[in-house]
């Protein structure tokens, strides 16, 4: 599948869009695909699953959003069944548009829009391919990252890239407030590329997949934190594991999570409290200290250093596994 096609087939200035995306990350997108004005005929979005503590059955971000705008809504819990694939062949999309939707699309589905499937990633590929880039990209202690727009075939992040844009990594990033500005750029990076896809100045480039790194879907066992490592990669964990699936570490046969904390000069076992006070705990790692300071025992709310201390839940002597 081709970005665009020649004189026989024009771009029409105004496309057939299938949107698919999930999470709050994809709304900024979907927000710009419906103020540029293109034909959103359909979003597609994972089912409604249970979220929060009190597992209620939830609508994603995105289905709210087209909820509000009034576009139809699918819910498919496979893309691959053949009654999904007819559907949207029904709907002769010019574009399918996908941003962080959450399942693999195959060949079949990505060849029914007249000017292809185009992605809205957010890592620079190859770098990052997978589920969770703005994780990872913190997580091993990355200072940029950005966006890429790709022309998507049936592999993983594997397609054609056709615009990227760079955007910086601050020191206390965490996931969340990496990914609430990766969402804006990304907006802006697709109605960048679908300018030029209107203009006919799209030159989609093979990736090099010599240079490519993976990031797989976290899951809650990585954000366990081992005392061994470097004061500075536990703290780039902490920040990447922010919000989900969190760090987390044992304190007197208790999970501890652990939503901030920073690297420190200093030497001590790792492992070992050396202080507790209200500007942070003070643990020892195999290289550096790791102050905590923002906490949570297991059915207590979000506490600073200081509150925890106060409430006598961490203390100073003790140790962390």
Known sequence: MTVGTGPTEPVPMRLRVVFMGTPPFAVPSFDVLRMRGEDLVAVVTQPDRPR???????????????????????????????DFLE????????????????????????????????????????????????????????????ITTMLMDPGMDTGPILLQRRVPIAPDDTAQTLSERLAVVGAETLGETLDALKAGRLQPQPQDSSQATLAPLLKKEDGRIDWRQSAAALAALVRGMNPWPGASTTYQGEPLRIWMARAEP?????????????RGVVVGTGEGLLVLTELQVPGGKRLSAGEAVAGHLVQAGHRVV
Do not use: M
């Open 52 to 82: 929060g503590r009190g597992h209620a059955v939830t609508p994603s971000a995105v289905k709210v959003a087209a909820l509000a705008a009034g576009v139809p809504v699918l819910q498919p819990e496979k893309v691959r069944h053949p």
């Open 87 to 146: 559907s949207c062949r029904a709907l002769a999309p010019d574009l399918i548009v996908v941003v962080a939707f959450g399942q693999i699309l195959p060949k079949t589905l990505l060849d029914i829009p007249r000017h292809g499937s185009i992605n809205v990633h957010a890592s620079l590929l190859p770098r990052y391919r997978g589920a969770a880039p703005i994780q990872w990209a913190i997580i091993r202690g990355e200072t940029e990252t950005g």
């Open 266 to 278: 200093g030497s001590a076992e790792p492992g070992v409290i050396l202080g507790a006070n209200a």
